[in-house]
């Protein structure tokens, strides 16, 4: 009998019924889904229908449901009716699922399926791995197998050949977007209003309250809000919106073009008659806000908008997901991440480098992970060659990652990395930062250097952490990507050493920079990169994450000189780039750290701008500039929102970030690219520089962009 695959809107809401039907017969393997959810995965293109042809008429005989949060997928349910097994329908649901997402470069897709099950051979064949398993519900006591398919991400800037397919391009871009969810008024009125999607908006809300999420609104939802209001001076409902992340509208400059094209996509038939109504353009200004700045992601239950989920995905790389769809993701989030955060602060992690005694232990936590006998032999291939070698354990002695690396010299530096993590340890996050930055960083200590990162099979949060850090697979690896690669560059750049590293990229990478020194405007500044007779327009600030540590100072890009005590600069910043131990706070492990200030700094913290750490003289203190980084964001939030990201990423404990600032709101702002200066600069250098006045440095203070020059070139971070 013919079989048809159904994947658009209109022809699978009529078989919904049907969907929920067969959904509800294997209630136990699939879990429970809300009869509305149903509709909205169907609406934003996340559920597939299989049908038969019997006798002319179409009937239902299957469905897949996926979703997730960029780049990794989740399959929530894989269903085919009894009557029509045995005729490859699940794989055809599943062969469909991989192109669409392969198309949309996404990184992988997870199933979670009972290990008791028979269906697990299909899953098998079609190259989902067991990647590890986890109990069960206590009433069947059965195992679940989590299994990952890999999937073919894009060889976009591999640093041996840039692409010059804008739509690679474009959806390339998704990897560096900031893991950000904004979310519209429909959702805060589903909470408070006790609509049918209450507790799923309700789970919503709240993993953005506890940190366990990002999520902001548009600065649009606010003024919304204050248009409806009744009583704006006593209203809980504002008081929530004032006190939640907010996003500021792009100028009318950029307001209005994207309102022009996205009115007619969302509201075709309104905006054809010439009938928008005040919330249409509010919703539109929520999507607008979203675009401009790169969110990952916009959650709605505004039926237009989700509608329109794959024209904002295709053409904008807005991803739309549903609020139930987004519950239940963050809820399996939250209960994997329980507890990490104690973990981390109570220093369970410590480092032991090249010690022969730690090369058995680490063959037997190698082994364990699933790697091949190559993979072994070649990570563990350390004596009598210049290769280094890391082992990770925990507070219990257990290991809990292993990183080999080899450096290849000449005018072409080179080396292999092998790396290995276990990523069911709640300070994964922690262990793959530390690895990805600190190894990279120290290798490039003696000039740019191309790293090629060896990765286990089926090892997703891995090589989703690499691929956010820049590195790609080479031009012809394949699919299986177990090999990925980018530029450590290891450098400031000016305009003063501008010629010679630009030879010294060619010479490592064939990566041409341009003749001439940019001038520099924002971070949105386009540099064009060149391989051969291809070349593509990236941002200053892509630049400096797929060739971090680097730092590109432009003329016209001005810094900032922030004061911080000698015991804070220790645990946030570290005392040398070398690659050396774990030490705790959690903070010394990251490639992204968090400085606290008051809430009047805010305007010298910008995106992108160079920020200089003086060390003051309290206490022991040395009172110098000793290092440089890039502030990735700054924005204005509640010490007790603060909280959870100083935790993990900063170095105050509760007690101190009270003490911060008078009030209840601090700055937080994200650094990264660190360079530690080799030659402090003194105060008094700094006063005969004009960097500051006779005064001493107790807050923020903006410098030109000579005068930052001027301090680097001192710091001698190059030479």
Request: glycine share 6%; net charge positive.
């Amino acid at each position: 009998m013919p079989f048809t695959i159904k994947d658009s809107v209109e022809d699978i809401l009529p078989y919904l019924p049907d969907v929920r039907k067969g959904a509800d017969t294997a209630k136990e393997e699939l879990g429970f889904l809300p009869e509305a959810a149903y509709r909205t995965f169907a609406t934003t293109g996340k559920l597939f229908v299989a049908t038969a042809t019997i006798d002319g008429k179409e009937i239902y005989a299957g469905h897949l449901v996926f979703g997730g949060l960029f780049p990794q997928a989740r399959i929530f349910q894989l269903f085919v009716d009894p009557a029509f097994r045995g005729h490859g329908l699940a794989r055809r649901l599943l062969t469909l699922l991989k192109e669409r997402l392969t198309a949309q470069h996404w990184l992988s897709i997870v199933a979670k399926v009972a290990g008791d099950l028979a269906a697990n051979s299909v899953w098998g064949r079609m190259g989902f791995r067991i990647v590890r398993t986890k109990a069960g519900g206590v009433a069947r006591n059965r195992q679940i197998n989590v299994r990952v398919l890999d999937l073919e991400s894009p060889s976009l800037l591999t640093l041996m050949g840039i692409s010059a397919r804008e739509s690679e391009l474009r959806f390339a871009e998704r990897y560096s977007q900031r893991p950000i969810y904004l979310f519209d008024l429909n959702v805060l009125f589903d909470v408070i209003r006790r609509r049918p999607r209450s507790d799923a908006a309700t789970k919503v809300v709240w993993a953005g309250m506890n940190n366990s999420i990002r999520l902001m609104v548009a600065e649009e939802f606010a003024k919304e809000l204050l248009r409806t209001s009744k009583s704006p001076n006593n209203d809980p409902v504002l008081a929530f919106a004032a006190r939640a992340d907010c996003l500021s509208q792009p100028s009318e400059t950029n307001l209005r073009p994207m309102l022009a094209k996205l009115a007619p996509a969302i509201f075709p038939e309104r905006h054809r008659q010439g009938a928008l109504k005040e919330q249409d353009w509010s919703d539109l200004k929520h999507i607008s806000t979203a675009i401009y700045h790169r969110a990952a992601g916009f959650i709605t239950s505004e039926n237009a908008i989700l509608r329109a989920s794959q024209y904002l995905l295709e053409v904008w790389n807005l991803d739309v997901i549903g609020v139930e769809e987004f519950a239940t993701l963050v809820e399996a989030r939250q209960k994997e991440a329980d507890g990490a955060v104690a973990a981390v602060s109570s220093g369970m992690l410590r480092a032991r480098r090249n010690i022969p005694d730690d090369l058995p232990r680490a063959r037997e936590f190698i082994q364990a992970a699933g790697a091949s006998s190559a993979f072994v032999e070649d990570a563990l291939a350390c004596q009598g060659t210049q290769a280094q070698w890391l082992l990770i354990v925990d507070d219990q002695d257990g290991a809990a990652g292993f990183a080999k690396w080899t450096v290849f010299g000449g005018t072409k530096r080179t080396t292999d990395l092998y790396l290995a993590v276990d990523e069911t340890n709640p300070v994964a996050e922690s262990i793959l930062d530390y690895f990805l930055d600190a190894i990279p960083r120290e290798l490039s200590g003696a000039g740019p250097t191309l790293v090629r990162l060896n990765i286990l099979a089926g090892q997703v949060a891995t090589r989703q952490t690499a691929i956010a850090m820049g590195f790609r697979p080479p031009i012809g690896a394949g699919d299986s990507h177990l090999i990925l690669q980018r530029l450590a560059v290891g450098r400031i750049i000016s305009s003063e050493n501008w010629p010679a590293m630009r030879q010294s990229l060619i010479s490592v990478a064939s990566l041409y920079l341009p003749q001439q020194v940019p001038t520099h405007e924002d971070m949105r500044t386009g540099v064009v990169l060149k391989n051969g007779d291809r070349e593509v327009a990236l941002s200053l600030s892509e630049i400096e994450r797929i060739l971090s540590p680097v730092l590109l100072l432009f003329p016209g890009r001005d810094g900032v000189i922030v004061p911080i005590r000698e015991h804070f600069a220790r645990d946030l910043i570290g005392a040398s780039p070398q690659l050396s131990i774990l030490a705790p706070p959690e903070a010394i492990l990251r490639r992204e750290r968090v400085y606290i200030s008051a809430p009047k700094t805010l305007g010298q913290m910008k995106t992108g701008t160079p920020i200089l750490f003086y060390e003051s003289q309290k206490g022991t203190g040395r009172g110098c500039v000793f290092a440089v980084a890039r502030i990735t964001e700054s924005r204005i939030v509640t010490k007790a929102d603060a909280l959870g990201k100083v935790l993990q990423r900063g170095v105050l404990d509760r007690h101190t970030l009270e003490k911060r600032s008078v009030g209840r709101k601090v700055t937080e702002t994200s650094f990264d690219n660190i360079f530690i200066f080799k030659t402090p600069v003194s105060l008094k250098r700094l006063r005969e520089l004009e960097c500051v006045d006779g005064s001493n440095l107790v807050s923020a203070r903006s410098i030109s962009f000579e005068k930052l020059v001027a301090v680097v070139k001192e710091g001698r971070v190059n030479g």
